[in-house]
């Protein structure tokens, strides 16, 4: 596991740097069981340089991209591994928030307590369930895509339709309720299946679904 996250942790390091030339933001990443990041961005990130939500909307779209990436390099790196794993992916969509620099820990935190929310629902969706199920958000080869907003389910779905143009994502397109627990109410999920591509000598790009994935692992 700790040579997966590695190899996952270098991949995302490479990409984020391509992702700043979209927009100047902050980008941090921590150490969990899996591998774990935060991406800030707004006018207030770079003063010298004048904002658009265009800006939001091409790192949301790369985000989404390259955690699909990511999925399929997390798979390709176990054709040689003992122990084979699986893995949930999850973005959380937040849109306003105040953040302020820690000089002490040389970091942007939340700030404020009307933002304490963000940092309840951050702990907690990774388990959160279907509401009206015992079943949890997440789920194994899909991406699942937490909101609050009207607003940023149409967006999504847009990314989703663009990206299923380009064979990264699947027709399996989810929309569920989160089941309130406390201090977190009100949420929704986006859940759409991730397309994978397999080497193969006749076909310059296979692509296929999780399930057929695992039979190609013999999993």
Not at 55 to 70: A, D, G, P, V
Request: hydrophobic fraction near 35%; proline fraction near 3%; charged fraction near 30%.
């Amino acid at each position: 596991m700790q040579q997966i996250n590695r190899t996952m942790s270098r991949y995302i390091d490479r990409k984020q740097f391509l992702a700043q030339e979209i927009y100047p933001h902050y980008f941090e990443r921590y150490k969990t069981d899996g591998v774990d990041h935060n991406r800030y961005i707004g006018p207030a990130m770079a003063r010298n340089k004048s904002f658009n939500k265009v800006y939001l909307y091409n790192l949301r779209l790369w985000q989404l991209s390259t955690i699909c990436e990511m999925k399929n390099r997390f798979y390709q790196l176990q054709k040689n591994t003992p122990i084979q794993l699986d893995a949930a992916s999850l973005i959380l969509v937040y849109t306003t928030l105040s953040i302020r620099y820690r000089m002490d820990e040389k970091k942007f935190d939340v700030d404020g307590t009307y933002n304490v929310r963000y940092e309840i629902i951050k702990k907690r969706i990774d388990k959160a369930m279907i509401k009206g199920s015992e079943k949890r958000i997440t789920q194994k080869g899909k991406i699942v895509i937490i909101y609050s907003q009207p607003s940023d389910q149409r967006e999504y779905l847009r990314y989703i339709k663009y990206l299923q143009t380009k064979n990264y994502l699947g027709d399996e397109v989810e929309i569920l309720e989160l089941e309130d627990v406390q201090g977190v109410v009100g949420l929704k999920a986006i859940r759409v299946n991730i397309l994978y591509n397999v080497p193969n000598e006749n076909e310059p790009k296979k692509v296929i679904t999780y399930e057929d994935l695992m039979q190609e692992l013999d999993l």
